[in-house]
């Protein structure tokens, strides 16, 4: 079953680059800018041992990025 597919809106307290899963920047998305909302799924995800939400297909954002 799954959970949190409405996701969890959060906001940013800084301007945020968009990862993929493997630690890398990813180009189909552009920087998110401070205090825009953003809805993120799921719990945080260990990339390189750094801390990540999901917030689309292969898209991470830095758990730090956000307030």
Not at 32 to 40: D, E, V
Request: hydrophobic share 30%.
């Amino acid at each position: 079953m799954a959970s949190n597919i409405l996701g969890n809106s959060r906001t940013f307290k800084a301007d945020a680059d968009v990862y993929q899963s493997n630690g890398s920047l990813n180009a189909e998305w552009k920087t998110l800018k401070q205090g825009s909302p953003i809805k993120t799924y799921g719990p945080k995800h260990y990339i390189n041992n750094e801390a990540y939400y999901r917030v689309g297909k292969n898209a991470y954002v830095k758990a730090n990025t956000f307030k």
